[in-house]
Structures are given as structure tokens and as C-alpha cells.
């Protein structure tokens, strides 16, 4: 089974599948302590992202839907990922049957308005082309993440602990209103 990996373009961003080229940039992303504060604490070892990114190029081609490289205008690297995924991370059917949202950004694009554009973009397309229940797991002291997730319909559906750290598990029904 083959399946093409849609681009979205918004005004400043593209979104595209991950290319063997991004590698490098995706491993120095996951490897920056500013971005896995919030997610696991700890820098990801080359190898932890090796597994990610193929991981994610193998989601579209199961599911039809995946992670996209995001992408600023006239910036030759990969700036951030954002997507949706089926994590099964046995926190509950009310949360494992549905595929889980993600979004990442290198800190140099942080506070510039790229990640809810991003998110945004992403959302649209998936209320478009697969549709449904969503959901995603924040840290609840990730006051920017849980900005853009309620921005895009998402409630809290409870707060637990995940791998020894809080977690906040939200649902987005569908679109917002």
C-alpha cells in the first residue's frame, strides 16, 4: 500500500511529509532540552529519533494519516512537526481508540503565531479528509500547548499520570463551533 502524503501551505508555513533529509534536524529538534521539557524531560539520543521519524513515515502508510514536517517560507530547515498518531499508551479506550494530536516546535519559533497556524492548518485538514474524535496529552504547566489545543476545540477530558509525570488528557469532538 502506497499513499501520497498531502502539502498544505498556509501564509507562512508549509506542511509536508518528512524526508530523509530532515533527519538531522528532526534529531537536533528532539535533542534540545527547551523541547522535551514538557513532553519526557530528557533529550532524545540519536538513535530514540531515528526510531521516531521512521515510526512516523510509517503511520501515513497504515493509518492515512500521520505527522507532517513543518516548514517556515524561505527557511531551509524543518522548523517542527505537527500531526496526528495512534500512540496506544493504555491510558483508557476513551482515549487509545482515537488518534492522538501532536505538535512540536523548535524553540526559534516559538511565540511567533507558527504553532496554532500550524495546528490549525493540520485540523483542517483532518475534519475534512478523516474526521472524528480527536485527542492529545499535554503537561498541564504547558501553558502555550494547552492555549492552542483549547484554540482548536479541545476539553479536558481528566488529568492523570503518564510515564511518573502529570499529564492532562483532553477530547475534541469534532470542530469548534
Known sequence: MSRTIPTINTSRLTLRGMRAEDFNRFAEIWAMPEVVEHINGAPWPRSKAWAAFLRHAGHWQITGFGQWAIHR???????????????????????????????VLAPEAHGQGFGIEAVRAAHDWFDRV???????MIAPEHEASLRIAEAVGYELLRDTEYEGSAARLMVRKGPPQ
Open 73 to 103: 517560507h524561505r527557511e531551509p530547515d524543518m522548523s517542527g512537526q505537527v500531526g496526528f498518531f495512534y500512540a496506544k499508551r493504555d491510558l483508557g479506550e476513551d482515549f487509545d481508540a482515537y488518534p492522538e494530536a501532536g505538535w
Open 130 to 136: 478523516v474526521t472524528g474524535q480527536l485527542v492529545c
